[in-house]
C-alpha cells in the first residue's frame, strides 16, 4: 500500500476560503500553491473546523483576539478540536507522523504567533464616531489566536509535540517558501 503516513493539521480557510470574514478572501477557492505543493508532495492534510464559521457564520462581522478570549469560545474551540484530536492520537499510535500545523497569522482564532488586536472593539458601532476611529485601534501582536491556542493547550496536555507554521497573508509568498523550507526537511 502506497502512504507516506505524512500528515499536517491546516487552518480551515486554506481550504475553503469562503469561511473567512467577507472582504478577506486572497484566493478564490482554496490556497493552490500550498495545496498542490502537500499534495505533490504525499502529506496527508487534516483540515481544522473554522471556529468563526462556527459561532458566527457567513456573515459575521471581523473580530479580534479580545472579542474571542471569552471562557465560551475557548470551551467551543474545545469542542471542535476534540475530533481532531482523537484523529491525531490514533495516527500517532498508529505509526503516522504529524508534521506541522499550518496556521493563519494575523487572525484572532488561527494565528499561529502573531494576531490581531484591539483592546476597546465591541458594543454598537453607532456609537463611534467613525470606522475610522475604530480600525486605527486595530493592531498585529505577536500572541496566537485563540482557537490555535487552545489546540497548543490540548496538545501539550497529550504531550504532543508538532511544529507550527504559518501562513502570512501581508506576505504569502515569502511564508509559504518558509513552510516548504520546513517540510522539506520532512519529504
Known amino acids: 500500500m502506497l502512504r507516506a503516513k505524512k500528515l499536517v493539521l491546516l487552518s480551515h480557510c486554506l481550504l475553503n476560503v469562503n469561511a473567512k470574514v467577507g472582504g478577506l478572501a486572497n484566493y478564490l477557492g482554496a490556497q ?4 498542490s505543493y502537500l499534495v505533490q508532495k504525499g502529506f496527508g492534510i487534516i483540515q481544522l473546523p473554522c471556529p ?5 457564520g457567513a456573515r459575521r462581522w471581523g473580530q ?9 469560545f475557548r470551551d467551543y474551540c474545545q ?3 476534540r475530533p ?3 484523529q491525531v492520537i490514533d495516527y500517532i499510535s498508529n505509526g503516522y507522523e504529524l508534521v506541522a500545523l499550518i496556521g493563519i497569522n494575523s487572525s484572532p ?3 499561529v504567533n502573531i494576531t490581531c488586536s484591539a483592546a476597546s472593539w465591541g458594543g454598537e458601532l453607532h456609537n463611534w464616531s467613525s470606522i475610522e476611529s475604530i480600525t486605527q485601534e486595530l ?3 505577536p500572541y496566537p489566536g485563540v482557537f490555535m491556542e487552545q489546540i497548543i493547550i490540548s496538545l501539550e496536555v497529550k504531550d504532543i509535540k508538532i511544529p507550527l507554521l504559518a501562513v502570512d497573508e501581508a506576505d504569502p509568498a515569502s511564508s509559504l517558501s518558509e513552510i516548504k523550507l520546513f517540510l522539506e ?3
Open 32 to 35: 493552490e500553491e500550498l495545496i
Open 52 to 56: 468563526e464559521m462556527g459561532c458566527g
Open 64 to 72: 479580534t483576539r479580545q472579542q474571542l478570549d471569552t471562557p465560551f
Open 79 to 81: 469542542k471542535i478540536f
Open 84 to 86: 481532531i484530536m482523537h
Open 109 to 111: 482564532s488561527c494565528g
Open 139 to 141: 493592531e498585529l501582536i
Open 185 to 187: 526537511g520532512e519529504v
